[in-house]
């Protein structure tokens, strides 16, 4: 790295990601080596960083290359867990987060990470980025280890929004098919709409209003509508997609999360038991390696940030080098694809079905 | 067994237990097998069972020593999980699941387990048993494995309604600690408020008033109020008791039952990956034996309907002979505590407190 410059010469032909390097719980050390270890597997990133400059030009002089991959930008203040948004958005233009997010409004980066406080960072995004022509509420896309081909479900709205009317959810479908084309490659993506049970009479009067949207928008946003599903089809392979509001999502979402480690927790109280469970937990090593690897959060780490004029991915707050190496693995996916502007025009083009007539908005239907 | 009589001859200072035996997935014969094996295992059970007359007398035949323990109630007619709820209230008087309910009705038995219509249930139980003075929206609470000393912790409510309001919130928390108090025998069980984060600034405006509400009530009411909690704490150790809506509840429930079903899943695709790791698998059975007798839901089968006056528990549809007998194993043990005189007291003190000053209401508060 060569001054803290205004102009990014870590590119030359290099896809740009943008990187918050404050605001984790585990310090710009880990952010470092998650770039370091980016940059090691994948010659096509470059980087540009955001925080302290000397602290960072200390960390990233330490890994050997990662200089010449790196543009600094000097951001003297961070973004705290406990930081109220909408102090941070009035008084937060000297921060890491506020610099990250400036890199890819004025285009000099394609794609943000950070691992900072999640409301902060949604609420700076709206308002720096700006909302799609006729996005009323973004939300953010997390993946969820599943039974599916693709290994993994979306779910969203993931806590963008703890409220979601029926035309949000109608938008989070559409949104939601357009980040399963581009990240998992299927050409008609399934969605599902999260409810307590399948049958059409249960749940809310909004869902009910949410679930005729959906069905309707469906052949020409080219996704095929399940219905309503619940919440053991987060992991399962009745849909691809899942539909929620933020609350909802959230509580899902940890819930999921805790579970998880619940069993984990219970597996490894179970191998420790007898010293014939701990032989057998020494021959199954590489087997449970295997299956902790596929529901390892770190390693579908990213909600993405979905509805802005950019694509935000924001990494957990505990995110370790691995974590924060799985998002910007995300970040460069999502940049390589396009799909910050293959959803601007699906949004564009749903828009259009609502004032046209459903035969002339189809032709627009074939941006992505 | 004798005749189809009237009146309950299989108690002799029994505690009567009033099973619906149609209704679940698995048919009658699961539900009487459920029943041989409590029987078998608990000498102080009697029990009233519902449903068609010849085939039931025929099951609880095939069972030795069965006959004399059950009495049989002719039930012509089965609740079908497709059924809706308010048709089955209007026309569903020659039911098995009507006649269950009526049997703790009238007193003959304390408490009534079904793996029927879980909404259908629910109304039913509402229309006949009537609700608690004072209580608005009953509730569905479950179990939920944890890392407890109890080993489980305790959700409400579970999917008995989709909304709740700040008032219901509060006496979830209330009925919820008083089924911690006589289920789990703690003096003083922690209460959580399900939340998308524990700083007291989130969440719908409905919640800050139930904090404020829970807050006031906790210290007459004989429990602590930890605050708003997260999804993770579900399966943790933070709280005792989580609160939530019956929708929120419901979706959670599905979710963590979908995790652990998938981390299951993948451990035994793990585990059949290689020659290495079917032996380790062989050598770690009883420790994984071990692991899913903890988290099978089987084992912590039964939502307790709160609220109502008697207790009713509600097994999963697709319970099995080990999952019946879970159930009326729980009926039996909330039966033993009193449980449903102690709650309808604690509500009865609770009510107090809305209208007259704290300090009165106090000495209302010892009666469980």
């Known amino acids: 790295m060569t001054a803290l410059t205004d102009q ?38 470059g980087f540009i960083v955001h925080g302290p400059g000397e602290e960072l030009q200390r960390l990233i002089d330490k890994k050997r290359g990662l200089a010449e991959r790196c543009e600094l930008r000097h951001a003297p203040e961070v973004v705290t867990m406990e930081d109220k948004p909408s102090q941070v958005v009035r008084h937060g233009k000297q921060t890491s987060m506020w610099s990250a997010l400036e890199s890819v409004r004025n285009g000099q980066a394609t794609v943000c990470v950070s691992c900072g406080n999640t409301g902060a960072l949604m609420l700076m995004s709206v308002i720096r980025l700006r909302k799609l022509p006729g996005i009323y509420r973004p939300a953010i896309a997390v993946m969820w280890p599943s039974q599916n081909p693709q290994k993994h479900n979306i779910m969203l709205d993931g806590g963008a929004d703890i409220r979601a009317d029926a035309k949000d959810l109608m938008q989070y479908a559409l949104m939601g098919a357009s980040y399963a084309r581009n990240g998992f490659g299927l050409a008609c993506p399934r969605i599902g709409l999260l409810n307590v049970g399948t049958e059409e009479h249960k749940g809310r009067a909004e869902l009910k209003e949410a679930y005729d949207l959906i069905a309707a928008n469906a052949k020409q946003s080219d996704f095929e509508f399940v219905g309503f599903v619940e919440g053991r089809d987060l992991p399962g392979t009745t849909c691809d997609v899942i539909v929620t509001d933020g609350f909802t999502g959230n509580v899902a979402l940890k819930t999921g ?7 984990g927790d219970l597996l490894k109280e179970a191998f420790a038991y007898s010293p014939l469970s701990r032989l057998a937990s020494v021959l199954a090593y590489t087997s449970l390696q295997r299956l902790k690897k596929r529901v390892d959060p770190r390693r579908a780490n990213g909600g993405v940030f979905l509805g802005l004029n950019g694509t935000v991915v924001k990494s957990h707050g505990s995110a370790d080098a691995t974590g924060v190496s799985s998002a910007i693995k995300l970040a460069f996916e999502l940049a390589q694809s396009g799909f910050s502007d293959k959803l601007a025009a699906r949004v564009a083009s749903a828009s259009m079905v609502d004032q046209d007539s459903p035969t002339e908005a189809q032709t627009e239907g074939e941006a992505e």
């Open 8 to 45: 990014p010469q870590a590119g030359a032909g290099r896809t740009i990601i943008s990187v918050d390097a404050m605001g984790g719980d585990q310090g710009p050390a880990a952010v470092v080596a998650g770039i370091a270890h980016s940059a090691a597997k994948n010659p096509d990133i």
């Open 257 to 263: 999360e805790g579970t998880a480690k619940l069993v």
